[in-house]
């Protein structure tokens, strides 16, 4: 039986090597072109320090046989990372924190006689709520004198929509969905208030970087007439220079409705813990692996998940719910957690180069189940989207559901109907039902103690 | 005829940075070391100054000898 390997087919830019698959494990191929700067990372001590620090992925080198092309020097075996989650589903300080990681990997780098070849924030995952560099490949050898290759890197990806976020709208960040190599900088400067321009650092690092970028875009042979070399205490500054003006950067939270949510909900205290008993419930019938919470506002539910070793995505649309369960998950050090931002009505594409390179959000599924509370009507009612097309989407993510169906009689949906016309005669429970049996089964339902509403187990046929 | 063989001259004496797995830019490789340059100068000047507060506290801290 020929066991199928899979290429990651975002990972073709590098000649130092590629990730692959084979039998559900993650291998990255180590090419002989990168022989000398791999040995080096364990003989600087660089790799022993930054798993040390829990700032890079472990691995373990397995047999070259496994090796799916002749230049290979030998392979590794990395885990598995339970989701990959891309830079412009990050909140705020999920980038910021990546963006400190990486600062601190090559000071770390440097201190050990090698420096980043890249600074791309697709290199960072988050494990347990930590920013973790998943290249191993991104190291090389510091020559002495020479500049930082990936300063420019680092600006686009991380500076830029981070000051952005701060400065102008916390929205910004989602422009890295747009541009796959980070946020132009004669963009990011045009967009950035003026005076941003009186902020030395953010003066330095983008406005007279985006300038000097433009100036010497065709400088061709007269690169040579110019001082190109930098001593290895000016560069250490500017390391640490870009680690203040990352940390520096602030968000002016402002309250948004539905981080008020839990404070404002028709539900009794009562209710409310009744619900979270039928979810657990649910949850203890089902035994995923994996979950999904859509929806999840600030994680009060995905935590009943998480909690019980479930490894759980708890994503919604709104950029500071996510910020917030994010900052609480990182304060309390909580495991099997990702905080994410995903607007369910326009889930994150397939991107980069033939729209592989990132995947889609239904790619990097099927999950083993979906919470999907308190959003039936916001996806029926404000989207304006048939149960039927509801259902076949949660059917293609996922292998079972936890929902919950929230009646027209229910204050929160008509405070959505409040200024509009109600054309949705079919939005009652008997459709719900016949809708979702289309491409599930109900295996348990019951009414939340204390309001109107209804929670489904389901299990995809 | 003689341009093509002035660009293929121009093209394969492009330094550029070498051995660069990305692009750093030539713009980004200028900034970087004038911010560099300035940078280190300041750092000079705080270092220069730390040390001169330092050996002045010190001289007000010697106790005299016994």
Redesign the interface.
Known sequence: MKSSIVSEESSF????GLVFYKDGKVYRQVNNYYKANFDLLNKSGLYKKLLKERLILSFKKVGKSLAISSDAYCVIEVPKIPFISYPHEWSFSQLKDAAAATLKIQKLALAHGMSL??ATAYNIQFIDTKPVLIDLLSF?KYKEGA???????F?QHFLAPLALASYKDIRLTQLLKNYIDGIPLDLASKLLPKKTWFNLNLA??IH??A???????S???D??K??????R???N??IE?LSSTIRSLKLNLNKTEWSHYYSFTNYSKSSFSAKKKIVEKYLKIIKPKTVWDLGANTGEFSRIASFGKIFTVSADSDVLAVEKNYLEAKEKNERNLLPLVVDLANPSPSSGWANKERKSLKERGPVDCILALALIHHLAISNNLPFEKIAKFFSEISKNLIIEFVPKEDSQVQHLLATREDIFAYYNIGSFEQAFSKYFKIIAQEKIAGSRRTLYCMIRK | MFLYFLLIV?IF?????V???????????????????A??GA?LVKNFWKNIIAFVKNLFKKKPSE
Do not use: M
């Open positions: 830019r590098d000649p130092a070849r890249d090389e500049p930082w290759v990936a300063y420019r890197q600006c330095s690092h007279f970087h300038k000097t970028q433009q100036r010497f875009a400088v061709g042979s690169f040579k110019y001082k190109t070399s930098l001593s205490e000016s560069l500054t500017i220079n | 121009a004496s492009f330094p550029g940075p051995h660069a797995y990305i692009d750093p830019g030539a713009g980004s490789y200028l900034i970087q070391i004038l911010i560099g340059t940078l280190g750092y």
